[in-house]
């Protein structure tokens, strides 16, 4: 879970960069950082309670399909970052 947060936060921080204008990117990065945190706590808190019903194997395959999922409907694409 914290391997993938990892590798798409450089993506997404240089995507907001380039496309929100500077009087509103520190709103706007706050409301994300936030928003990711909470989803974060959201997840986790959903993993335990599959831990608590099921066994970890469960709840590693759970997950690692969310996330699958998440980056196949990421609309962030490599050439909306190249300048």
Do not use: W
């Not at 929100?20 to 808190?45: D, G, N, Q």
Request: charged share 15%; glycine share 4%.
């Amino acid at each position: 879970m914290v391997a993938a947060g990892l590798t798409r936060l450089p993506l997404f921080s240089s995507y907001m960069n380039k496309y929100i204008p500077s009087e509103k990117r520190a709103t706007v990065l706050s409301t994300s950082s936030m928003i990711r945190t909470l989803a974060l706590f959201l997840s986790m808190l959903a993993v335990g309670r599959g831990l608590d019903h099921r066994s970890l194997q469960t709840a590693a395959i759970a997950v690692g399909l969310c996330l699958a999922a998440l980056s196949v409907f990421s609309r962030i694409e490599e050439n909306h970052l190249k300048d």
